[in-house]
């Protein structure tokens, strides 16, 4: 069974500092990829990154970047220079194809940010 | 923001009730999605289609149907609405339902069966 366990339910952080928040997951298939979406406070979800697990090369996007690690199955989400408005529920994703051929998300159960001012 | 629309944002009813969630898209997406998410939770999926008069029932069981009448609409309907239905409905889109592809995510329904 394919799984994506998010270990960390709450964290905070200072604005302007920097946060990682965790993820690790489960599959036997080669060819993948791996998302961050972030969820404000009743605001609709929004695609943060992503990440082919052929690409060696992390994934950047302005303050928010990912450390990939392949073999460990870990794919951490940092965020620097952390703003207010970053507050969000984070939910790591991982993308399978199903039996049908059709792919699919398997979400993680989230890790609640609060940045403080 | 992502031109996917959800209504009504919060329902209330009593249980034996018929409801339908409302979702529509205006990026002309052929895939489509609902996802059950309850509070503190992940994301399941319970229904998506992949076009017009396209449904598949998703990796969580569930009572509702769906339909896919226009490319553009994707209702969810619960015939009887029973108190275990409480949770949030989140409908998504996406361009080609392909690996790598971002869905794009409506408000979401907050839905509370008495």
């Known amino acids: 069974a394919q799984t994506v366990t998010q270990s960390q339910p709450e964290m905070s952080v200072q604005e302007a500092e920097t946060v990682t928040l965790s993820c690790t997951y489960d599959?036997?298939?080669?060819?993948?990829?791996l998302f961050w979406y972030k969820q404000p406070p009743s605001r609709q979800m929004i695609l943060v990154i992503r990440q082919e697990a052929y690409k060696q090369q992390n994934a950047t996007e302005n303050r928010f970047s990912v450390n990939f690690q392949k073999a460990a199955k870990s794919f951490s989400l940092k965020i620097s220079d952390s703003q207010l408005g970053d507050t969000a529920m984070y939910f790591c994703a991982f993308m399978k194809r199903s039996t049908s051929g059709t792919y699919k998300y398997i979400f993680g159960t989230g890790t609640r940010l609060k940045v403080l001012a | 923001e992502a031109d996917i629309y959800q209504t009504p944002r919060y329902l209330v009813i009593g249980t034996g009730k018929k409801i339908t969630l409302e979702c529509s898209q205006t990026m002309g997406h052929d895939k489509m999605y609902w996802y059950q998410q309850d509070p503190g939770m992940e994301l399941h999926l319970i229904h998506y289609?992949?076009?017009?008069?396209?449904?598949e029932k998703g990796d969580l069981s569930s009572e509702s149907t769906v339909s896919r009448i226009r490319t553009e609409h994707f209702p969810l309907t619960l015939e009887s609405a029973r108190p275990s239905h409480t949770s949030q409905y989140l409908c998504a889109s996406s361009e080609y339902g392909l690996v790598g592809d971002e869905q794009f995510f409506g408000p979401g329904t907050r839905l509370t069966v008495l």
């Open positions: 289609s992949y076009g017009v008069n396209s449904t």
């Open positions: 599959t036997s298939e080669n060819n993948y990829y």
